[in-house]
């Protein structure tokens, strides 16, 4: 059987020809639109939400909303919920589960509390044991999912009982220990200099267009597929507006008395854009990151490709917990104190519902480190935004609960849509 050179060049471009063709904007856009009616919608639901979330809140309560102090109050919100959400994206690409994650910030809050308090260390100090108790959790969760193969729920939900009798031994029935230390105090109710701010941000935009432009020149000059260059120009522009226009708005003052002047980004803020910068270069530029994905996706096929499944199914679980400690400082900055119900109630539901809200799929082998950060500011929007309408309690679970409900029949759908179109 002989294949001509017009059949060959055919097949060649039929096989080959998506990796190297130059597109244009109205091409991209189409294949954007191609992957978002086969059910790859990414954070397009959590950004279309927290849009009209904005405009709702805004249009219903627009004295308060936008009000410098308010948003600079609402970025403290999401804080411990987008970092133990961005603990739990790593655990969800696998399509695992950790039920103890918010336990276990309680858990490791109190460990840093009683160690400032009570044996007098210093912050640092306090701090690094905190992390370690959490990888400790961590590291027991994975050996019991991976080696004995528990399953995840049922491990999690034992130690979700189990890490709050810890926190009470810590703590004591009905007590509270006090956080005062100038540095984690700061985290959550301090602000950093306004020129430090106007740095940072000016540095972040820069490094990231820096970064998008080498890689689309690289990509460029190699022939492969690339965004066309217009459409990169625009995505780091609207970045960089987003950090500075958000910049100029926390810069300022918006004290409540004339008399001092309260300004500047929340040193908090900058944590939570270190660990997002991070967790995203771990997940989408290195071998970790991709094995992940492979697991995700399909475990016995990444075990037969030569994957060391049983330790990266450990290692989720300690990223998890150490994530959750970080949260359970932040938490306690903002409260000033570590209570005995600390990490308990809605604290992980409202985490796992920011992971699941901002794009990170229930069924593994999807998701990015942004989604945590999105789902985190529409968690915090809803829980904000219906405290200044003055609803009642019962009311606002019921909403959060329908938003994630909602998110996780979109993760359903979607997943479904794309096992019929191939994707």
Known sequence: MSIDKGTAVTLADSDFAGDRRAHDVPSALRDYWNRVRSGDLGALPAILGLAGLVVLFTALRPETFLSERNLANLFTQAMPVTILAMGLVFVLLLGEIDLSAGVAS??????????????????????LSAVATG????????????????????????????????????????????????????????NMPVWLGWTMAAVCAAGYGAIQMWRWRRQHQRGLASK?????????????????????????????SPLITLAGIPWGVPLVGTLLIVATFVLGRTAYGRHLYAI???????????????????????????????????????????????????????????AVIGGTSLFGGRGRARDAVLGGLVVATIENGLGLLGTKAYVQFLITGAVLLLAASIDALARRRRAVTGR
């Not at 029935?173 to 700061?186: L, R």
Request: with cysteine.
């Open 106 to 127: 309680g858990v490791c809050g109190g460990v840093m509390a009683t160690l400032i308090v009570d044996a007098g260390q210093p912050w640092y100090v306090a701090v």
């Open 135 to 190: 990888v400790v959790i961590g590291t027991a969760i994975g050996w019991l999912v991976s080696v004995v193969r528990i399953p995840s729920f049922v491990v999690t939900l034992a130690l979700f009982l189990g890490l709050q009798g810890i926190t009470l031994r810590l703590i004591g029935q009905g007590g509270t220990v006090p956080v005062h230390d100038e540095v984690i105090v700061a985290l959550a109710n301090k």
């Open 228 to 256: 066309p260059v217009q459409l990169v120009v625009a995505q780091v522009a609207v970045v960089a507006l987003a950090l500075l226009g958000g910049t100029y708005l926390l810069s300022l003052d918006r004290a409540p």
């Open 296 to 354: 995700g996706g399909n475990a016995e096929a990444a075990r037969r490709a030569g994957i060391n499944v049983t330790r990266l199914r450990m290692s989720v679980f300690m990223i998890c917990s150490g994530m959750a400690a970080l949260a359970g400082i932040v938490a306690a900055s903002r409260l000033n104190s570590v209570t005995p119900d600390a990490g308990a109630g809605n604290t992980l539901l409202f985490a796992v519902g920011a």
